[in-house]
């Protein structure tokens, strides 16, 4: 499957971020939205899975289609790119206002394709359905459920955001270390379906699925998803992205072949005074 080593998928990131960063408001916004619309697809799609069976994994098994979806389509997604956009930075290929741009503009295109997908999802149920009454479990889980928590709610959200992006930017490197479409496919969805199936944060499924929830009758206010949820889980997902892949490979990684070529000369010339 024309495997890449990471040495070179490092460089591929840095390309990208810089790529995504020159990508004007309006593409950020379409791709964007598709994107939000996409995982939205997902997520119901997991959850019926998750019913006719009567088995978790099984949608966390089918998940990661919607996320095959973006990256073979060469979408927006933030949390994907809270990891190479900021390698894209720190090489000097970018800005911070561009990053900045880049990050506010699919944020807002992954929240509006987000939404735009709930109304019409909700739309197709009656509330008494079964996977109405799941979403709406979901919803006040992942707001009132923490909120009773108080600040160690807070605490959780961040920490099983950070947990869920340092996975999905998983997913996002992985498709680079295959050339082939099966490779892409199979590696990327190895860390997507990881972390789906342990319940983790993630703040685009989040918008699809909470104000769906508050759409079908969860007592969840606006306040409600923004404290408790999205503004907690935004944080935790870009330490995740930019830490523990982002960065965390760069510095392995990233500066592989720089080493080699201070290395080289000195062993030249050792050998040839041999």
Known sequence: MAYVKPDAVVDQMIQIGAQKSRLPVRDLLVRGFLSGALLGFATTLAFTASLQTRVGLVGALVFPVGFVMIVLLGLELVTGNFAVVPLALREGRTTAAALAANWGWVFIGNLLGAVFYAVLFTLTLSPDAEIAKQIVAVSEAKTLGYARLAAHGQVVAVSKAILCNWMVTLGVVMALTSQSTAGKILAMWLPIMTFFAQGFEHSIVNMFVIPAGML??????????????????????????????????????????????AIAPTELARDARA
Do not use: M
């Open 216 to 261: 079908l009758g969860a007592h969840v206010s606006v306040a409600d998803w923004w404290l408790w949820n999205q503004i907690p889980v935004t944080v935790g997902n870009v330490l995740g992205g930019v830490i523990f892949t982002g960065f965390a490979l760069y510095y392995t990684h990233g500066k592989t072949a720089v080493r080699v070529a």
